[in-house]
């Protein structure tokens, strides 16, 4: 009984052992919920929050009124953390009346950043 529970053992760790060399497991990052959020949202006035890239990291633009800005944003806690004008900004799923917008007060599928800034998917 005891040679047989060695021999799983051993082929166990040999099973272990065989993966793929070549990979770099260093670059290994799992998807996020966040991922999801790629794409335009769109906010009253011609606003709008695009977010590009994927995995956790990515691309943020903001279009305001004074015209359009990037920051680089990262997945945290079901968020995406950026910062902007000293200021760190969390982006975060919300519907229309979250938003504390009352031209999205209506809608489901929406991004907040803050208070007054929000954007939704129709």
Do not use: H
Not at 22 to 33: E, F, R
Not at 86 to 96: D, F, L, P, V, W
């Amino acid at each position: 009984m005891a040679r047989i529970r060695l021999i799983a053992f051993v082929a166990a760790l040999v099973l272990l052992g065989c993966g793929d060399r070549n990979a770099d497991s260093g670059s290994i990052k799992t998807l996020s919920a966040t991922d999801d959020w790629v794409g335009t949202w769109n906010g009253p006035e011609g606003t709008f929050l695009r977010i590009d890239g994927g995995k956790g990291t990515y691309e943020i633009t903001v279009q305001n009124l004074d015209g359009p800005r990037s920051f680089r944003g990262s997945a945290l806690g079901g968020q995406v953390r950026f910062e902007r004008d000293g200021i760190k900004e969390a982006i975060r799923a919300t519907n229309g009346a979250d938003t504390g917008m009352k031209w999205l007060a209506g809608k489901s599928n929406c991004l907040t950043v803050r208070p007054g800034e929000g954007y939704c998917r129709d």
